[in-house]
């Protein structure tokens, strides 16, 4: 794994790579007069876990949704599975999780997964399969009749879940996945974030989660808009001398401005 992700580390520091999955080029985001990104570059690898660690309003979600095409950038240039965003085109290829729950509450979770499989253009067994399958995952299968409105915060969490990968996307953008779901199904999801990863998908998520960050194949430190190191976990510790990712962070992220 370390060797898997020092070989990453290497070849992703190009951002005209051929292999990313997603390539940021100088990518600004301002609202009004105030920048929240600054000249973000970066290049995410296709089959990498990558997750992107920072305290609340450093701007992580911005950048997810610059990536997810649902937003655009003030400067520089945001590139999907090699084509520019926004783009509608690349939709059908990516699955994204956003922070709050996209949900309909006054219909059951399965009602939520026929509308969402209907937009993906799954339909007859197939889309009875996936349903099944994604709801089986997020351990939802005993609550598929209830509707939304009756689900706790950690139920609506893991329907969203549902929901980015009933399509059996090729990319995957996660906006703290796994806020208030217990330990136990946090291990669960995370086991299948992995071998997804194995198989090849491409995983962005954000999260203030330290031992969350340590799983990623590299992550990415952001504060006040800036990335202030992109590794492997293994290679932020080296770097900053520190034995934890908290230490890592405090050393390489703690308000330098790289
Ligand atoms: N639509 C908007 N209009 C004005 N400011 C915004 C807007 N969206 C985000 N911001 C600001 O941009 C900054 C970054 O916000 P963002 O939501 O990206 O942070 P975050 O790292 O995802 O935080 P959290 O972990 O709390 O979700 C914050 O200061 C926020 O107030």
């Known amino acids: 794994m370390a060797e898997r992700a020092g070989e990453k580390t290497v070849r992703s520091n190009r951002t005209d790579d051929p292999v ?3 390539e940021l080029l100088k990518v600004t985001r301002s609202f009004g007069s105030r920048k929240v990104l600054h000249e973000i570059d970066l290049a995410i690898l296709r089959g990498e876990l990558f997750g992107l660690l920072g305290p609340s309003g450093s ?3 911005t950048l997810v949704k610059l990536i997810a095409g649902l937003d655009a950038p003030s400067g520089g240039s945001v ?3 090699g084509e520019r965003m926004p783009n509608r085109r690349v939709l059908g290829r990516v ?3 956003a922070q709050s729950d996209a949900l309909y509450s006054e ?3 399965k009602q939520n997964l026929e509308f969402f499989a209907s937009l993906y253009g ?4 197939r889309r009875t399969e996936r349903i099944a399958s994604v709801m089986k995952l997020v351990d939802l299968t005993e609550h598929l009749n209830k509707p939304v409105s009756a689900y706790s915060g950690g139920m609506k969490r893991r329907l969203s879940l549902a929901v980015s990968l009933l399509h059996e996307p090729e990319l995957l953008l996660l906006d703290e996945p796994t806020v208030g779901i217990d330990p136990v199904l946090r291990q669960s999801i995370w086991t299948e974030l992995l071998s997804l990863r194995d198989k090849g998908i491409t995983i962005v998520l954000t999260t203030h989660v330290m031992d969350e960050a340590d799983r990623c194949d590299r992550i990415g430190l952001i504060r006040e808009g800036r990335l202030t190191a992109v590794d492997s976990p293994e290679g932020l ?4 001398g520190a034995s934890t990712i908290e230490e890592a962070f405090i050393v390489l ?3 330098t401005r790289a």
């Open 20 to 22: 990313a999955a997603i």
């Open 59 to 61: 701007g992580k979600t």
């Open 79 to 81: 590139l999907l599975l």
């Open 95 to 97: 699955g994204y999780m």
């Open 107 to 109: 219909l059951t979770g």
């Open 122 to 125: 799954l339909s007859g067994a």
């Open 237 to 240: 510790k080296r770097a900053s």
């Open 253 to 255: 992220g703690g308000g």
